[in-house]
């Protein structure tokens, strides 16, 4: 997942999130973080900028009191804050952050895991909106299906290299789209909700050298 610092700028206007991005490296945090229902309200809040426990209610099939309860625990632990105007279910939520990373990797086990939980949880609900698309596509219009892409590419790299071609990626979608997430002033007419899902990770560890295929000198069997 993307790492960047979120900074401290602050927003043009009231309805805009403070940070650009947010990372996650505390246990805690990580683990209060790990819930289905918590998860899909951020994601709500996302695409739909401010609401109520009602409106996210009926959004994702839970009840007001269930929205209510997480948006505290996640407001808690500084996802969330009230936007401002209305009272009880009736207060409207934002987020704090236009988007959050959380490294895989930790020194700390306890992080480690953590992390492992709360990556398969989000992984889960993206590879299952994938599955979604994949099954009602065809209710899209020629344009878009035609858009949409599904690619497999396989080359070998370096560590150095993988870390390297990821965060181009990175900074590629983050420097020409990122911004229309939080300004709706900034899409163009028919601009829709597009997510862009990318796996990288060696499917077998490196030959050692001298291996078959490895490109290092097969050791001699002793023969003259």
């Not at 805690?28 to 209610?57: D, N, S």
């Not at 804050?81 to 009880?88: I, L, T």
């Not at 099954?135 to 344009?143: L, V």
């Not at 163009?188 to 290092?216: K, Q």
């Amino acid at each position: 997942m993307t790492v960047e610092d979120p900074g401290s700028s602050q927003p043009s206007s009231d309805q805009e999130p403070r940070h650009k991005l947010r990372t996650i490296t505390d246990a805690r945090t990580l683990r209060a973080l790990a819930h289905p229902v918590r998860i899909a309200l951020l994601e709500e809040l996302v695409l739909g900028g401010a609401l109520t426990a009602t409106e996210l209610g009926e959004r994702i099939g839970e009840s007001p009191t269930t929205c209510s309860f997480h948006l505290r625990q996640l407001a808690k632990y500084g996802f969330v804050e009230e936007a401002g105007g209305g009272k009880g279910r009736a207060r409207p939520w934002r987020l704090t952050s236009i988007g959050m990373s959380f490294p895989s990797t930790h020194d700390d086990p306890a992080t480690e895991l953590a992390a492992s939980v709360l990556s398969r949880l989000v992984w889960d609900r993206q590879i299952d909106r994938y599955r979604t698309w994949v099954e009602n596509k065809a209710a899209y219009p020629r344009a878009w299906r035609d858009a949409a892409d599904e690619s497999e590419y396989l080359f070998y790299l370096t560590p150095a290299e993988l870390k390297k071609l990821n965060q181009e990626i990175t900074d590629l979608v983050l420097a020409q789209y990122q911004g229309r997430l939080a300004d709706p002033a900034q899409r163009p007419p028919g601009s829709a909700p597009v997510e862009l899902l990318t796996f990288s990770f060696p499917i077998r560890l490196p030959e050692a050298e001298g291996e078959p295929g490895s490109g290092g000198e097969t050791p001699s069997d002793g023969a003259g």
